[in-house]
């Protein structure tokens, strides 16, 4: 079966119209409701993730070297605080569970079901459910990653050990290609476990991941391509300073609703020969 980008594309905005625009100002409660309370946290107590990002950028400038990851954490202990630590975890938690919300939001308009304003906080109701998956998704994909990083380092010791810049200098570029290329290809195994858990919220974590590794196979160069199309929103975003947002988030996130659907079985008209959901068990 084919998936038809062009038409996913048309029916997403059609859907986001449908709703008289509704869809936009759900969308912009989301973005005041996560951006102000993330601005009013940092007024109050340091971001550690802001603190690393500045000691690594000093230490960039400073020529690298070899980076001490005790002393990077001592050091954002400190900087942050147990506080601020906590605090920031908090704040990213409520962000998941806001987005998950906004998610629901979007899949009832793309398929014209029931959606209301007070919609985008359903996903308060599966909290627990949800920071779990994100959790098991990240901790799946450390497990995957890191033997391939691994990997790399082990064969840059031994490009390291001949001597030839230029040989490094082709390692080096050819790794990092690799590298990116793997990680896309994690992300895409997990990229629809959240839309899974959320049309299901009676089946298990496990099996909600499960589901998105069987579903995916074969789709994921599909996924790709479909969000590499719409890059084009994600630079207007960027340009109006986020916001394009607004129209952005419900359009872009209504295509990849409309994607999963399709390959999930639930947007049959889309194509006759569209296969049943398979359940299998997959890899994690």
């Not at 936009?24 to 990002?53: F, W």
């Not at 084009?232 to 975003?237: C, P, Y």
Request: charged share 10%.
């Amino acid at each position: 079966m084919t998936f038809n980008r062009i038409q996913a594309k048309e029916d997403a905005k059609a859907a986001v119209a449908r709703s008289r625009y509704q869809a936009c100002l759900v969308t912009a409660i989301y973005l005041l409701a996560t951006n102000v309370v993330s601005s009013m946290v940092g007024a109050v107590v340091t971001n550690p993730m802001q603190v690393a990002d500045q000691y690594l950028n000093a230490w960039a400038q400073a020529g690298g070297g070899t980076l001490d990851i005790q002393e990077l954490i001592a050091h954002v202990f400190y900087s942050a605080g147990p506080v601020g630590i906590f605090v920031s975890v908090l704040l990213a938690l409520y962000e998941l569970v806001m987005r998950a919300g906004l998610v629901i939001y979007i899949m009832r308009v793309v398929r014209g079901e029931d959606s209301q304003y007070r919609t985008l906080l359903e996903g308060f109701q599966l909290a627990p459910q949800i920071i779990a998956q994100q959790l098991l998704v990240v901790l799946f994909s450390f497990f995957w990653f890191f033997p391939a990083a691994l990997i790399c380092s082990l064969a840059g010791v031994v490009v390291i050990l001949t001597g030839s810049q230029l040989l490094l200098a082709l390692f080096y570029i050819l790794s990092l290609l690799a590298l990116v290329a793997f990680s896309l290809w994690v992300q895409y195994r997990y990229a629809l476990a959240l839309y899974f858990l959320l049309d299901n919220p009676n089946q298990s974590i496990l099996q909600s991941i499960r589901n998105s590794v069987v579903t995916m196979k074969g789709w994921k160069i599909e996924l790709f391509v479909l969000q590499l199309s719409m890059l084009g929103w994600t630079l207007l975003s960027l340009v109006t300073m986020g916001i394009a947002d607004v129209w952005v988030m419900p359009y872009t996130q209504g295509v990849t609703v409309n994607f999963y659907d399709f390959i999930t079985g639930r947007r049959a008209a889309w194509s006759s020969d569209a296969a049943p959901l398979d359940e299998g068990t997959g890899v994690l």
